[in-house]
């Protein structure tokens, strides 16, 4: 988690530098509304469940969301694209509810069956929307047993048993 952590904040230092230098030209140039970010290489994928390389997961954490994410000060969780959840007494459920009007770059509802396809992407081994076998964090989501979705604005994750770090693990990119 630490890595993921250190990895948004080293981005976002990165980007506030580049920004400041860029406003420091001395030259009689207008100023421009294009940021260039240099990156060391290219990014192979931009899809979160084929990945762990920098280069991709700098974009991914300003392209994607999570469900929840990390307090800008702590590592207490707070809300992203739910915006409340409850873990079931016995551990083995987790229920989130999602904000309402959340959309996707083209007008598509997030809903709770986006959700759904999300988590079966990266957890079921042939799932038809899968297009690469490599799943680095496959195995950090190897606790859900299933996704259900009850309406359009809830996601219940049935576990095969209680996990003290799935939360943490959702907050990843």
Request: net charge negative; glycine share 4%.
């Amino acid at each position: 988690m630490r890595a993921a952590i250190v990895c948004r904040f080293s981005f976002a230092v990165e980007v506030g530098l580049w920004a400041l230098l860029a406003g420091c030209s001395t030259g009689g140039n207008t100023p421009s509304s294009t940021l260039i970010y240099a990156q060391p290489e290219d990014a192979k994928t931009l899809d979160p469940i084929n990945t762990d390389i920098a280069e991709a997961t700098h974009i991914i954490t300003n392209v994607f969301d999570t469900l929840v994410t990390y307090h800008e000060e702590t590592t207490e969780m707070v809300p992203a694209l739910a915006e409340s959840w409850e873990q079931a007494a016995d551990g083995l459920s987790w229920t989130f509810h999602l904000r309402p009007n959340v959309l996707f770059h083209d007008g598509t509802t997030c809903n709770s069956a986006a959700v759904k396809i999300s988590f079966e992407r990266m957890i079921l081994a042939d799932h038809p929307l899968t297009f690469d076998k490599a799943r680095p964090y496959q195995s950090a989501y190897n606790m859900i047993r299933a996704v259900e979705t009850p309406d359009e604005q809830t996601v219940i994750l049935r576990l095969h048993q209680p996990s003290a770090i799935l939360l943490a693990n959702l907050a990843m990119f």
